[in-house]
């Protein structure tokens, strides 16, 4: 179903970073990361050691990619890298066009497995994306959101220059501030660019919304 450019704003009953926040994210950095990796995340993974195995190069990782639109497009941004696409959603996957050729690859999988994986494996990554997460709007649901949830330190773990992207402005900063306290200070900033990275990036803009990025990459350098 194509996505509708009527897209209402994020509504929530919060107007501030979630007062648990520091709190939350401090317990969380304190803390190991265990779930057991599903078998099929596991599964899917085994796609990323064959093409390291073929070829070893940098890898750019682009969680919650949704039908992969913006892991192709990185792809062509470094095509010096592996582009690593990583969703749970079997239709949001099956909705890709991109062909699926070159530099990059689309797992099935949940996000914090593979970084369990990846970390397992002693790998980190140039880059790291994570385009338009869901936002759980509600105070109750801090620890939904990225970074409010237990897996956290695996994604400072895994390094490289993260780029957060949402409709949502205090989304993104409260991710901010969540960076901040991991020691990955960063920016704030409006995001113009064209084309769009992602299909909601797409429906956010169409519908007028602002859109919001995170970036702990410097300034001067160019994040498409
Ligand atoms: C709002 S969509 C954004 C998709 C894409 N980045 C975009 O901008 O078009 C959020 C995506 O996160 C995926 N998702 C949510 N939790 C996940 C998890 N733990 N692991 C992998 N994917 C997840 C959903 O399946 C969904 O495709």
Redesign the pocket.
Known sequence: MPLQANSRQVSSNQQHPHPGLAATVRKHLASDYRRPVAEHSRAAYRTVTECLEREARPLVLDS????G??TALLARAFPDHLVVG????DR?LARHTGGGEGNYCLLR????DIWQLLLADGLQVARHYL????PWPKAKHLQRRIHGHGSLPLLVELGGEITLRSNWQLYVEEFGLAMHLAGRRGFISRVNGEPPL????RKYRDSGHSLWQFTTAKLEHKVP
């Open positions: 919650f990619c949704g039908t639109r913006s990583v969703d749970k959603s949001r999988a949940d996000c914090e385009l338009y997460p869901n992602t299909l909601f990036e």
